[in-house]
Nanobody, 118 residues
């Protein structure tokens, strides 16, 4: 069993920054990707097991996804935030295989609210 715990959301003024964290618990052998989605299941950013990253066009140059393997944590650094970035952000682990199991599963965090407002 894998659990994803998110943190880092909050209220910030336009132009400000936030860093979201997604920490995974459980004995993970491998996975396809860790993703950050918005409420409407819009993929915002992705980092694959091999380290390849993807960004949705509206966040390119402003958001950075990276991970700390020692902490089992993926981060989403959000800079130059805009009011249109306001949403609930969800962490997703795609095709996770845990130790002793051959079947991949998807897991979701509980979501964290990001509000950008003056």
């Amino acid at each position: 069993q894998v659990q994803l715990v998110e943190s880092g959301g909050g209220l910030v003024r336009p132009g400000g920054s936030l860093t979201l964290s997604c920490t995974a618990s459980g004995k993970i052998s491998t996975f396809y990707a860790i993703n950050w989605y918005r409420e409407a299941r819009v993929l915002v950013a992705q980092i694959t097991y091999g380290g390849t990253t993807y960004y949705e066009d509206s966040v390119k140059g402003r958001f950075t996804i990276y991970r700390d393997n020692a902490k089992n944590t993926v981060y989403l650094q959000m800079n130059n935030l805009k009011p249109e970035d306001t949403d609930v952000y969800y962490c997703n682990a795609d095709d996770v295989v845990t130790e002793g199991d051959d079947i991949p599963y998807d897991y979701w965090g509980q979501g964290t609210q990001v509000t950008v407002s003056s």
